[in-house]
């Protein structure tokens, strides 16, 4: 009787086991013929230094993307971009800055993010707006996009051949992948350049919301295209968009630096609980944004919701199971708890007390791969693999089940 009850027992487990194996190789291959992509400096991969070559001199020199496939890389990061690593997981490879003018590549799509892309309009803009500020806010990156669509459109349907770049279809837009990651640069800088109080922050999450509404329901309007003396025409809109919440703002070393006052109270992890409330608030508003969008829009394939703050808190309950030994430290950065100084910031030579400190270098710190923080602003490439990871494997993504397709995961430690 025990041994027959066991048998039993093993033969529905061997089934059970084989169904949830053979749901898993009958998902269809991750693969899109484009990826997109809106947002700040946590994802412009060339933006800022075509547009401020000077400005953002530094994003493409030493230590910034020292494992990047294709250094330099104009990126503010160790190695790749959370939207590196979504291209490379749904068969494409990382997507070029529209505003790149010298041998870009547009085959596998665009991206529209920018450092200083606050998710508000930016309103005021001279010279003289700090290091980390552009023009670029989501409302000009829609903007680039409308124009992007016109441009294809152009080439296809009133010039076709005159072009011999090779670009996406205008009608393949509805069958790709949309990324806006948007919202850091408005909370980050305000706080860094204390600008706002942590209270104040606090006040502009339904305004930095309501802006991320603004662009999606932008992307995802199908627009009628008058051209001159031609048919109208119908342009095509997103269908298949990844919108992504923000990491919690009180574990940045930045911000752990700068605000690491005699009353502050500190989480168990070790973070800021009053810089967390913020992008706690704002990453519950921005999922119900979502989800009122996917009400208004039913035609929409798909509008995900990333949990960035979950993929964080994970890591930061077992560093370990990460690989990750300094999860509140930056890499490239000097000083304090956190390696941390604003006066000599990753990609500079400048002086702490009366020390010189040259952070110019190629290893900046004893090991990249160990700590979720670059430079004390930006995620660092462990951090990102691990979050497209999640994403892609259903984890940390809703609804349920995100993606639904098989990732390819090759290029994943590539420095091709
Ligand atoms: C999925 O992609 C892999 C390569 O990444 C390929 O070997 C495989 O044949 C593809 N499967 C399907 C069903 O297209
Ligand atoms: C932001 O700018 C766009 C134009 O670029 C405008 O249509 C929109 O109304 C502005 N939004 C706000 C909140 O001012
Ligand atoms: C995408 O747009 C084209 C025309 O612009 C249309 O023919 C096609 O049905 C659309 N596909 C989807 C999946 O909506
Ligand atoms: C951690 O490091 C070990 C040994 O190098 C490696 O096998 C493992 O894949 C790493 N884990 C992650 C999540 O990177
Ligand atoms: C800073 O470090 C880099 C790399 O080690 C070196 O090439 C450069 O000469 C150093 N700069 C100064 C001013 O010491």
Known sequence: MKTSLCWVALILCILHCVRLSAAQDLLPNCSYPAVYAFGDGLTDVGNAIAAFPEKFAHAELDPNGIEFPMHPADRFCDGKLLVDFLAFGVRRRPIYPVLRGTSPDFRYGTNFAAVGGSARNVTLYSKASGPYYTPFSLDVQLQWFERYKIRLWFYEYM????????????????????????????????????????????????????????????????SVYYPPGSPSYVMPAAKDILVLGLPPLGCIPAMLTIYQTPGAKYNSHGCLSDLNKITTKHNRLLGEKVIALREKYPDTLRLLYGDIHGVYTDILKNPEAYNITEPLKACC????????????????????????????????????????????????????????????????????????????????????
């Open 159 to 222: 010039n076709p051949g005159i072009v011999v770049q090779p670009l996406p279809t205008l009608n393949s837009i509805n069958q790709s992948l949309f990324l806006v990651y948007a919202g850091y640069q408005d909370y980050f800088y305000s706080l860094y350049d204390k600008t706002l109080t942590p209270r104040q922050a606090l006040n502009i999450v339904e305004e930095v919301v309501e802006s991320i509404g603004t662009l999606i329901e932008g992307m995802l309007k199908v």
């Open 333 to 416: 950065g000097v000083g304090g708890s956190y390696s941390f100084n604003k006066d000599v910031t990753c990609g500079h030579l400048g002086t702490v007390g009366n020390e010189m400190v040259n952070l110019t270098g190629t290893t900046p710190c004893f090991n990249h791969k160990a700590h979720l923080s670059w430079d004390g602003v930006h995620t660092s490439d462990a951090f990102n693999k691990a979050a497209v990871t999640a994403f892609l494997t259903g984890k940390h993504i809703y609804p349920e089940g995100g993606f639904q397709c098989s990732p390819d995961f090759t290029f994943w430690n590539a420095r091709m």
